[in-house]
């Protein structure tokens, strides 16, 4: 009786200690993003937030919040390497102040005719090494890439009809600064730097007529198509990459098993997503044509061929400012001719 007695506390005591070293591996990530809290991609992104913790068996539980709810939208880089957040997943765009090497990474602009074309870049043509690179530099190498992607090709919002390249002369929009400003000031446009989370109070206010801002989806979600009643579909310049970073020692304290399992979930969520917004984009510009709610613009393809143009004159100028910005430059570029786009 005495020994079924000890059993039984050395039993429980075990379990108590297996339930304690179970709470003690779970960890808190706090992670944020570039999009509103309620957006289409903010949504997505946080549906998916559950599958990796049950990936993990429960030892990374994300909580994601919007854009700037913790730090504004540039200074992410810098609270994941100090552990504020413990995670970003943003656009590599909003970094290009720091190095132009962000901005061509983050968007060549009128590089890629398709999503597929830039997600293969990052995993086939040697992307992530390159983003790694950059962010070492950027952060005293406390930041953890763990994976690159675009999202969608991207609408154009405007509130005036926009349906050349004549047209963007004089145009004062929206842009995130680096190389798409430069694209746009090189095409007779004005380009204004601001956050995402300001487009639409910028749009109804007047301070911008047109916007560099997201998928025809992601932007009727937010209600830009509201004000701007011209969207550009298919998009004439845009394919931003959202980067998934997180704090190196958080993640070098990861099993390798659970390495996997984020890269995995990663690269799960965002093929998700690409296809989400590619059917939805769609679906949502054949019902606004047929409502006449907006008037969709579609650019023939000789203005789209003159944008690229101009685009391509950009680039190398572009990435001569610095070291690391010519070699993301060589980098994206070789890939593009072993892909026989360029």
């Known amino acids: 009786m005495k020994f079924t007695k000890r059993l039984s506390i050395v039993l429980s005591a ?17 992670i944020q993003t570039s999009m509103p809290a309620g957006s289409f991609i903010f949504k997505h992104l946080d549906s998916w937030t559950p599958k990796l913790k049950t990936l993990t068996e429960g030892r990374i539980d994300i909580q994601l919040v919007g854009g700037g709810a ?16 413990q995670g970003d ?53 406390t930041v ?4 690159c992607s675009p999202y969608a090709r991207e609408s154009f919002t405007s509130t005036i009809p926009i349906r050349s390249v004549a047209d963007l002369k004089g145009v004062k929009l929206r842009s995130p600064e680096g190389l ?55 998009g004439i310049h845009s394919m931003p990459t959202l980067q998934l970073t997180v704090n190196q020692a958080r993640y070098d304290k990861l099993s390798a098993g659970d390495k996997i399992a984020i890269d995995l979930w990663y690269r799960a969520q965002v093929v998700d ?38 685009a391509e004159g950009a680039w190398k100028a572009y990435a001569a400012s610095s070291p690391l910005a010519t070699e993301a430059y060589e980098s994206i570029t070789a890939y593009l001719k072993r892909a026989g786009m360029l």
Request: with cysteine; glycine share 8%.
């Open 14 to 30: 075990a379990v108590l200690t297996a339930g304690l070293q179970s709470v003690a591996k779970a960890d808190k990530w706090t």
């Open 70 to 85: 913790v730090v504004p939208h540039t200074q992410t880089i810098d609270a994941v390497g100090q552990d504020i957040l």
């Open 89 to 141: 997943y943003t656009a590599t765009v909003y970094f290009g102040g720091r190095d132009k090497a962000f901005a061509i990474l983050g968007d060549l602009i009128s590089a890629y005719d398709s999503v597929w074309q830039q997600f293969a870049y990052c995993y086939q043509g040697g992307g992530l090494a390159m983003f790694q690179k950059v962010f070492d530099k950027y952060t005293d190498s």
């Open 144 to 147: 953890k890439v763990v994976g």
């Open 180 to 234: 798409a400003a430069e694209v746009f000031k090189r095409a007779g446009a004005n380009p204004v730097g601001l956050p995402a989370s300001e487009v639409i109070t910028s749009l109804q206010k007047g301070v911008i007529q047109a916007a560099d801002y997201s998928s025809y989806t992601e932007d009727k979600s937010v209600g830009n198509h509201d004000i701007a009643k011209f969207p550009i579909y298919p």
């Open 273 to 310: 997503l690409m296809q989400q917004l590619e059917l939805s984009d769609k679906e949502l510009v054949a019902a606004d044509k047929a409502s006449g709610a907006v008037t969709v613009i579609d650019w023939p393809q000789a203005e789209r061929d003159k944008l690229r143009k101009i």
